[in-house]
């Protein structure tokens, strides 16, 4: 059973690309099943975060799962295969469970070190078990990958500093507007971004913070965690109209701010700026909106320099968090490694016996009556040779199995000896 990893993430892939690739978590069933269908994926679990959208899968062969992957992908984002071609990146075996415990510790994301991929990762795992699209290897898998996410996050300090979403915006907001302070700020959306940011807010002192949701009754419990006043979605764009500073992070699938909304909320804000800050993937304003006089637009790709300004120390702690990582998939690696040869090893045995009994009885009746003395030096020496010719692959695949090739090796004895065992 082979692991692959395949996605698009910030560091090559523009938000317009991500946002069509950008799967909300009561869609992710379905596309799961949609995947599972194709009958070359054995297990399936889909990350889609603002920063990133990736398919961890388990399959018998490698070529035909990527090649229905992308069928996939192709479909859902109606982009041609070619052209995503171009922005996604897909690893194997070694690499892809490498990948994945770099992206469970924060060494993949755009804030180095975030704390918040370890839960995210963690509900794409609960997601798919709960849609029992993870086999034995999957569960495994990401099982480990949670627990060195864990380990990294107790035992350094890697998310010293701006090392989340929330934080990172709310550095934006003051180095924009030089203190949020006394501002008049708009919150909108109440998911786990929208609490993120809420959280980093409260921290900096803001004293009037507005929270619109299209569910009231989060907004309202949003609002009450840190003193901050809930509005109606319906009451948006007077919200707007008095608000200096406004962070949008909501779900939506389109814009819930459109050019023509904000250039007729200008009109009443009579020339007085407005700072806005979309942290959506999709985005929730329409982009065009920048270009209105007055209007300053930034997307959560603008982040990247707010978390540069921390990264120093961090770097140094990710180093840590790789030494932990790489005995983590050491450790896997045995683990998967080994549960390649064992069914290996056991088909072989298992064939040569076959192949000596089958013999056995054949020399026996060619050879005729023998005495009982005879007959159990013949059975003797056959399984002795048997033994023999099958001893010294069982050896060396034994110890093959400890190397980060074992599954490698496994495969290619499987298929030498034509042995009918399936390697999960």
Known sequence: M??????????KTPIQIREKLAFDDSRIPYLIEKLKATGEIAGCVILSTCNRMEIYATSRNVNAALSEIWKFLAAESGIQVEELQRYFYSRTCEQAITHLFSVVCGLDSMILGEMEI????ANAYQIASENSACNAVMNVLFQKALKVGKQVQTQTRIGTGASSVGAAAVELAKKTLGNIQGRSILLIGAGEVGRLVARNIANNGASQVM??????????QLASEFGGCPVPYENLCECISRADLILSCTAASD??????????????RNGKPVFLIDLAVPRDIEPESGQLKHVYLYNIDDLQGIVDESLSERELEATKAEIIIQRAIENFGKWLNNRHAVPVIHALRKKGEEIKNIELEKAMRKLGHLTEREEKIVQAMASSIASKLINTPIVQLKQYAQTRQGHEYAQFVKELFDLPVQID
């Open 2 to 11: 082979y692991i692959i990893a395949i996605g698009v993430s910030y560091r």
């Open 118 to 121: 370890l839960g995210q990762v």
């Open 211 to 220: 929270v619109c949701n299209r569910s009231y009754n989060r907004a309202q």
């Open 255 to 268: 814009y819930i701010i459109s050019k023509t909304q904000l250039s007729s909320v200008m009109e009443i």
